[in-house]
């Protein structure tokens, strides 16, 4: 679907999608989280008859996430529940639950968190995940400014091997942020939040989208041309060129467009050259630079062709920084 412009009439802020901030380390006030949305179930609740519901873990536009357990096993939990206050087209919301639920069915990578269970009925949809104990890039962003180039490698290198994965099975994550890019003690990297992902060639909106719903092209802030235009007509190159807008952020401390509304933004990445990551952080590795550079290039064609191609050239980066 076309977005019209400038006077593009875009579901955006920068958490479109959920922001999972599944971290124990910092979990949600509960007395805030009631407040913030009242139609919750209490914590303690049991869903689906073996998942009771622990704490509040994260908020987002149209979900809220719950960290459990199951009843009998000692297995950690995260529970997206469609928000039934604060989203203002429910069927939409759970649309993009059951999207999620159905690709995950499909892919299997360790840097994805694995589905256990889903409900789409009822009085609480949801879908059941591994609980990631971690941070998200977004939050690393926040406190750093300018996030280590190794550290940013590191991650990159494994979220590459995620898309790879995806890309494989003909997926398009479209909502590459760094909200959705989870780091975890370890050091593992995990993307997450799949309900916008759709097949490459596709013309429906998500996997199993509902006709009637209204377009949610991703996030504006790192949103490849191409997908502002056609959120359904987009390939891998779409997710290489979010991506990039997501290492520009974490590298520079800031995002590649600034506008005063989303439509601005959105022509921005459109029309308008980034300035070389080097030019906001200037003792920046020239070689992770062009990189970034090159995953941003306006035109599909001129982005890495593929997974392997970008993997390899940031193990040059990697090998460059040692």
């Not at 971290?23 to 179930?41: C, G, H, I, K, L």
């Not at 049991?46 to 009843?71: I, M, Y």
């Not at 996030?147 to 479209?174: C, N, T």
Request: overall charge negative; aromatic content about 6%.
């Amino acid at each position: 679907m076309q977005v019209a412009l400038p006077n593009a009439d875009v579901d955006d802020d920068l958490a479109a999608t959920l922001i999972a901030c599944q971290n124990s380390a910092t979990p949600v006030d509960s007395r805030q989280a009631n407040e913030a949305d009242p139609s919750m179930p209490d914590i303690g609740t049991v869903l689906l008859h073996r998942w009771r519901l622990q704490a509040w873990a994260g908020l987002g536009t149209a979900s809220v996430v719950f960290r459990g357990q199951h009843l009998e096993l000692p297995l950690p939990v995260a529970i997206k529940i469609v928000s039934r206050q604060h989203y203002r087209d429910r069927e939409t919301a759970v649309g993009h639950l059951r999207n999620e639920a159905h690709v995950l069915t499909r892919l299997r990578h360790p840097n994805i968190a694995r589905l256990w269970d889903f409900q789409e009925e009822g009085e609480f949809p949801c879908l059941v995940t591994d609980f990631i104990d971690g941070t998200t890039l977004r939050q690393l962003i926040r406190v750093d400014g300018r996030v280590e180039p190794r550290r940013i490698v590191r991650m990159a290198l494994q979220i590459a091997d995620v898309l790879a994965e995806s890309w494989r099975e003909g997926f398009v994550h479209r909502d590459i942020k760094p909200e959705n890019i989870v780091l975890c003690v370890d050091g593992t990297a995990k993307l997450i939040d799949f309900g916008l992902a759709t097949m490459m060639g596709s013309e429906n909106l998500g996997v199993h989208a509902i006709a009637s719903s209204p377009p949610r092209v991703g996030t504006v802030a790192y949103l490849a041309p191409e997908q502002a235009r056609n959120s359904a007509a987009v390939d891998q190159r779409a997710d290489m060129y979010s991506f990039g807008a997501t290492l520009y952020h974490a590298v520079t401390g800031r995002l590649p467009f600034a506008g005063n509304n989303a439509a601005q933004v959105i022509l921005r990445h459109i029309e308008d050259v980034p300035a070389p990551p080097t030019a906001f952080a200037p003792n920046l590795n020239a070689t992770l630079s062009a990189v970034i550079l090159r995953m941003m290039a306006k035109s599909p064609k001129d982005r890495f062709a593929n997974a392997s191609e970008f993997r390899s050239a940031l193990e040059d980066v990697q090998e460059s920084l040692r």
